[in-house]
């Protein structure tokens, strides 16, 4: 069969972030706990005049940069942050990236790993027709609640890839392993604006899952854990990442390098968890941040989704990868970003948007191409920043006055 994969990724984080050794202070916490304990540095936080929609259309905006929109004939939108109950995310990124109207587009939900089962139904859409691509967002803010066990491990960030027969990045192995199983460790009813967890169950569910579906994708595979250069993990938090290569070394009668996961740190200790985009923020943290050529390395890749469903599956790094990922743009994006302070972090947080459908614009804030720019009559309304280079034409639901 003729190789499908990744052909393009493009990333997206908010301007702003807290250093998590102010939040541990405000909190009277250890910093060591957050540092070390839980491997985090900084954490990316959305303005008011940002959400899921404008994110992923940021991300999908830099992995749409040498393809030819015309060929992307799916957009599938992975998010557990949506915005709405009925209409899915991928429109207003449909409309907002002018893609054709043939493209079809969709919201996928399963917490974490709702981007990992888009992937495999791209997998298969491209599989059947070689000549479509399929644009795949992954886009979160992760939010558990002001001064909870799970704060120090909120973020947000947006992960955006094309999947083709023609991968210049990443060539996806045919072999997965999968697990379900019903549990509550992690969900968020209708009416929260953030997350229930068990925190410690979640992480014991995480590795559960992660044995049983590696055992999966060895058995159809034949693969051991030798013959994986690299792995990523999802990340709820970096020590989270740690914790499993060493199970999985472990239970494979192995050492675990710390150098195999390394490079797959680097963005997510910066930005915090981004639910389910952070597993591809750590492949493209590995492919973007590595001081190996990547090559012909063959990466495990470990998604988790809270509640549950996990999978196991790798790829193969092709030639000439380097050309296809822009270590400079994410760099850039990184270093460019405000510190909040506490105070400001909190207001960020506790800010609001009408529920009885009055019309209210927000303040511009610091963002990327695109932003929410207000409500009114309970309809979002989304706009192409003036200021931005090469703006896009003025979206479907530009605010005025
Ligand atoms: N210096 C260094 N390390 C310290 C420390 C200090 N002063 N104080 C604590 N730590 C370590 C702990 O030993 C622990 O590490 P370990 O698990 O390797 O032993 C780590 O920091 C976290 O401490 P812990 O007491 O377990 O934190 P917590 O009870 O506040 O909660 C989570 C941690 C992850 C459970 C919580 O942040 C959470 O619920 N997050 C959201 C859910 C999530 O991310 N789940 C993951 C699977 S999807």
Same mark, same amino acid.
């Given at each position: ?32 706990? /957050? ?66 109207? %043939? ?14 089962? =888009?992937?495999?139904?791209?997998? =298969? ?17 992760? %939010? ?86 690299? /792995? ?42 981004? /639910? ?7 492949? =493209? ?45 994410? %760099? ?58 090469? =703006? ?10």
């Amino acid at each position: 069969m003729k190789q499908v994969g990744i052909e393009s990724i493009g990333l997206y984080v908010p301007r702003y972030y807290v250093p998590l050794t102010d939040l541990a202070r405000a909190r009277g916490a250890d910093p060591r706990k /957050y540092t070390t304990g839980l491997g985090q540095e900084l954490m990316g936080v959305p303005p008011p005049d940002e959400d899921v929609v404008t994110m992923g259309a940021n991300a999908a905006h830099e992995a749409l940069r040498d393809v030819d929109t015309d060929k992307i004939d799916t957009l599938m939108f992975a998010t557990e942050s949506g915005i709405d109950q009925s209409k899915a995310a991928a429109i207003y990124v449909h409309h907002l990236l002018g893609l054709p109207p %043939r493209c079809k587009s969709f919201e996928i939900k399963q917490a974490c790993c709702g981007s990992t089962a =888009a992937l495999q139904m791209a997998l =298969a859409f491209v599989a059947q027709k070689p000549d479509r691509k399929v644009l795949i967002i992954a886009s979160d803010v992760a %939010r558990y609640g002001l001064v909870t066990a799970g704060e120090p491990t909120q973020g947000a960030g947006a992960m955006a890839f094309v999947v083709s027969a023609q991968p210049r990045i990443l060539a996806l192995d045919n072999e997965w392993g999968s697990y379900t199983e019903d549990v509550m460790d992690f969900w968020r009813p209708n009416y929260l604006d953030e997350a229930v967890v068990d925190g410690k169950y979640s992480i014991k569910v995480y590795i559960k899952a992660l044995t049983e579906s590696w055992k999966q994708y060895t058995e159809e595979s034949g693969r051991t854990f030798a013959d994986h250069e690299h /792995y990523c993990y999802h990340l709820p938090f970096t020590r989270m990442a740690e914790k499993a290569h060493q199970h999985l070394a472990k239970i494979n009668g192995g050492l675990s390098n710390p150098e195999q996961i390394k490079a797959s740190l680097r963005y997510n200790r910066k930005i915090g968890n981004s /639910y389910t985009a952070s597993l591809y923020v750590g492949l =493209a943290s590995l492919l973007e941040t590595s001081e190996t050529d990547l090559t012909g390395h063959r990466i495990g890749m470990f998604s988790y989704g809270s509640g549950c469903m996990a999978a196991y599956f790798s790829g193969v790094v092709l030639p000439g990868y380097r050309d296809a990922v822009q270590p400079g743009r994410m %760099r850039e994006m990184l270093e460019t970003r405000r510190a909040l302070t506490i105070d400001e972090y909190e207001a960020f947080y506790l800010h609001e948007l009408p529920r009885d459908g009055s019309r209210y614009l927000t303040e511009p804030h610091d963002t990327g191409r695109y932003r929410l720019a207000g409500v009114e009559a309970h309809k979002r309304l989304y706009e192409a920043c003036a200021q931005a280079p090469q =703006a896009a034409e003025p979206a479907h639901a530009v605010a005025t006055g």
